[in-house]
């Protein structure tokens, strides 16, 4: 790919593969997809949640509270997750087969214990950038591919707003795998398609 076109690998960690803390369902059939799609980018961009011990979004943190019920937070509703990619933890690690030895930044996310942060551009507050728009357009990079895990949080919300950022957006579909609770999967394939995201299969890239 061009100088001008970025993969960005959202969240192929641990706690996101089978066995870990939030298993997404077959999560690990995404790490060969990526490794073959990220050997085609001159650039690619990993992102990492990162989240401390008692971050807001943990069910753990709210007595009574349970796994994928929802609360209204300040910035807005958030879902409950299990305790998940705590930093430094084995489950907050990179996937052992995920092999990009020239991925060229790691953006992590979530790591202020009051706020949630699907996008690997903004913070669940919809105003903290991450930084990494800026990251975007000081190496003019025009176009944005995003794979990874899930299709219905990180990987639609990242996609999302990369194309509300002025960058031309693809999700591609098969290196993603998605957590689908409670419709969210159908929920960001709507807001996908509102947002002008278009979507591709990796074998046409």
Known sequence: MNAATVLLL????????????????????????????????ANVILTQDWHPANHV?????????????TIELPYGRQVLWPDHCVQASRGAEFA???????????????????????????EADRATPTGLAGMLRERAIRRVYVCGLATDFCVAFSAIDAQAAGFETWVIEDACRAIDTRGSLAAAHRALAAAGVRTVASEQI
């Open 10 to 41: 959202v969240d192929v960690q641990n706690d996101f593969l089978p066995g870990g803390r939030l298993a997404v369902p077959r999560g690990d059939e995404v790490v060969p997809i990526a490794n073959r799609l990220a050997a085609r980018f």
């Open 57 to 69: 979004s943990f069910a753990s943190h709210h007595p009574g509270r349970q796994p994928f019920e």
């Open 96 to 122: 052992a087969g995920l092999d990009v030895p020239h991925a060229q930044a790691v953006v992590r996310k979530g790591y202020h214990a009051h706020t949630d942060s699907y996008s690997a551009l903004l």
